[in-house]
């Protein structure tokens, strides 16, 4: 077998570390973040929210179950969370040659390179979030074949609407309308809803919310920062005015927060993996939850009429809101994080039953 090619991760700082190529051989840039999931990366890879970054996965060994088949529609709503690989660069540990399992149809690295993705291997990752951690997210990029390029800063554009459909697209044949603003919407969103009696109207992430007929509105997940989607927040501050069952995951529940009125703030590495322990407010009900996100609500800018549901008992920043009177929520966190832990899963049932109450 051919030695791997060298390459070089390249933070802001300076700090460089050395490794070896094993995905698409070309140069890349993004903001470095780090996931301390340890399982998972089809999905992760194929998840919108990480759209402008270099991924680094803290787990050691990767690639030893390869991939699933991402040829064709069906297969990638199937197996995945959207239709393309979102991320910039994959940064692990140790990278696996060999791989098994039932639903491998190709090794990372061949999905990486047929994706025009790069990969390094080699690198020491435990140092690499020591210091993720201690400086916070920072700029980097992947350096393969001494092909220079240069930073690249994607919080400095709307990856929103880089990522959102640009059409309107139906799904399902449930007994509630459902529209979905979508934002970088996961698959398993859509499955979720699907599976409990919903027909999906999925719109772009700018579309006025006022001109289609629907029972419940959703606001999805997506990257970046949510002060950027401007138009969204203002059209959900008119639906607000109204009485519409609302729900809303990740980014969307910054959203909802930016247009009740609160105030949203970046965080300094963020919270992604499968592992984070969220608290219900006001119980002693504690969940493990799947989180993918650099962005978070001040609670103390909430005003009177909406109060936080869910905290993160790691650092007591904000996990969700409702409103106080309203059948409006919101999670930070991913319900139906696949692959992770499906223990906030019935959140998609409390919304449907928000909206079969309102249609009583």
């Not at 069906?74 to 039932?102: C, P």
């Not at 990522?163 to 309107?168: D, F, P, W």
Request: hydrophobic share 35%; with cysteine; aromatic share 10%.
């Amino acid at each position: 077998m051919k030695d791997p090619e060298k390459a070089l991760l390249i933070l802001e700082d300076g700090t460089t570390f050395m490794g070896h190529s094993f995905g698409a051989q070309l140069s890349n840039a993004g903001e470095v973040v780090f996931n301390t999931a340890m399982t998972g990366y089809p999905e992760s890879l194929t998840d919108p929210s990480y759209c402008g970054q270099i991924l680094v996965l803290t787990y050691p060994i990767v690639g030893n179950y390869g991939v699933p088949p991402f040829s064709t529609e069906e297969e990638r709503f199937r197996f995945f969370e959207s239709d393309k690989l979102h991320i910039r660069g994959l940064v692990i540990s140790d990278y696996s040659n060999d791989y098994s399992h039932w639903n491998a149809n190709e090794s990372l690295g061949s999905w990486l390179t047929g994706n025009q993705v790069p990969g390094i291997s080699g690198i020491d990752t435990r140092e690499l979030t020591k210091i993720l951690r201690e400086k916070g997210t920072m700029l980097g990029k992947i350096i393969v074949n001494n092909d220079d390029t240069s930073f690249y800063d994607p919080n400095q554009e709307n990856l929103v609407k880089e990522v959102s459909t640009k059409e309107i697209k139906e799904y399902g044949h449930g007994k509630y309308r459902i529209l979905l603003v979508d934002c970088g919407v996961k698959y398993n969103i859509l499955r979720n809803l699907m599976n409990r009696d919903a027909t999906i109207i999925r719109v772009p992430w700018d579309h006025p919310l006022d001109t289609l007929a629907y029972e419940g509105l959703f606001i999805t997940n997506g990257p970046g920062d949510p002060k950027m989607c401007s138009e969204t927040i203002q059209n959900l501050k008119k639906i607000l005015d109204k009485d519409v069952p609302v729900m809303g995951i990740c980014l969307g529940n910054q959203l909802l927060a930016l247009a009740s009125g609160a105030d949203t703030y970046k965080l300094k590495y963020g919270h992604r993996g499968h592992n984070q322990p969220v608290m219900r407010v006001g119980t002693k009900h504690a969940y493990i939850t799947s989180q993918n996100h650099g962005y978070a609500i001040n609670d103390k800018s909430l005003t009177p009429d909406w109060e936080p549901i869910f905290l993160n008992l790691n650092d007591g920043t904000n996990e969700g809101i409702r409103h106080k009177t309203k059948a409006v929520f919101s999670v930070q966190f991913h319900p139906e994080a696949s692959g992770g832990p499906t223990d906030t899963e019935f959140l998609f049932d409390e919304f449907l039953k928000m909206i079969e109450i309102k249609n009583r």
